[in-house]
């Protein structure tokens, strides 16, 4: 059970921004997450490239993580580039670490601009959380809490066998409905295609929003 976790990756999928100002509609991809010396001196960090674009404005974005060689090196190092996809022109070259200091270099007719970004002194928002005690048993914050406990106490022999109880429970579960011929139910989210959509995201909002604004212009006034 401890090989498992030993060198964990968590890969996540392509998530979409919109910025109701500008109407525009920004699609991305995520590095991956990796853990390091789980049973050490526990770190992590991101690697992988990422992709950042719009089909409005016809901007594209490539930024490479890079991982940590295991002799010498930076941590947390990125690379990458703005590309006016239409035109092929280069607007921005990145560079810098995303935890420490981000350099963003912009050539304007053979005079180049460089702004700094610096993501450690910049203001930080928390998570907004219930406590687990008031949370549902699905949800992963107490699902997993025997797990995290046991992290945080650095026992890792205590940690493996939480884990390994909860996924033979999921297991028995999922051989359960496949033997009755029970259909999982979702409630948050439902299948589109090769895709899993939010049941109420936010262009289905803004569809009501737009109605309901049309519904009170069009109410005729008192008279």
Not at 1 to 20: D, E, P, R
Not at 71 to 85: A, C, N, P, S
Not at 161 to 171: A, D, I, V, W, Y
Request: aromatic letters at 8%; glycine letters at 6%.
């Amino acid at each position: 059970m401890k090989l498992a976790m030993l060198l964990l990756c968590i890969s996540f999928h392509l998530g979409v921004l919109t910025l109701l100002n500008h109407d525009e509609e920004y699609v991305f991809t995520f590095p991956n997450a990796y853990c390091r010396s789980i049973l050490t001196h526990p770190w992590h960090e991101l690697g992988g490239k990422v992709n950042i674009s719009c089909s409005k404005t016809g901007f594209s974005s490539s930024i490479t993580f890079h991982t940590k060689p295991m002799y010498g090196g930076i941590r947390d190092q990125i690379t990458g580039e703005v590309k006016h996809l239409p035109s092929g022109r280069v607007v921005c070259r990145i560079n810098g670490q995303w935890t420490e200091k981000i350099e963003m270099t912009f050539p304007d007719k053979g005079v180049q601009q460089v702004k700094v970004m610096e993501p450690n002194v910049m203001k930080k928002t928390c998570k907004n959380l219930r406590p687990v005690s008031l949370q549902h048993d699905n949800e992963s914050r107490k699902l997993w809490n025997h797990v995290t406990e046991a992290v945080r106490q650095d026992d890792i022999n205590k940690a493996a066998e939480e884990k390994h109880k909860l996924e033979e429970s999921q297991r028995l579960e999922a051989k359960q409905r496949e033997e009755s011929g029970t259909p999982w139910k979702t409630k948050l989210f439902h299948e589109h295609g090769e895709k899993w959509l939010y049941n109420n995201h936010l262009s289905l909002r803004r569809k009501r929003l737009h109605s309901a604004s049309k519904k009170r212009q069009d109410k005729p006034k008192p008279t």
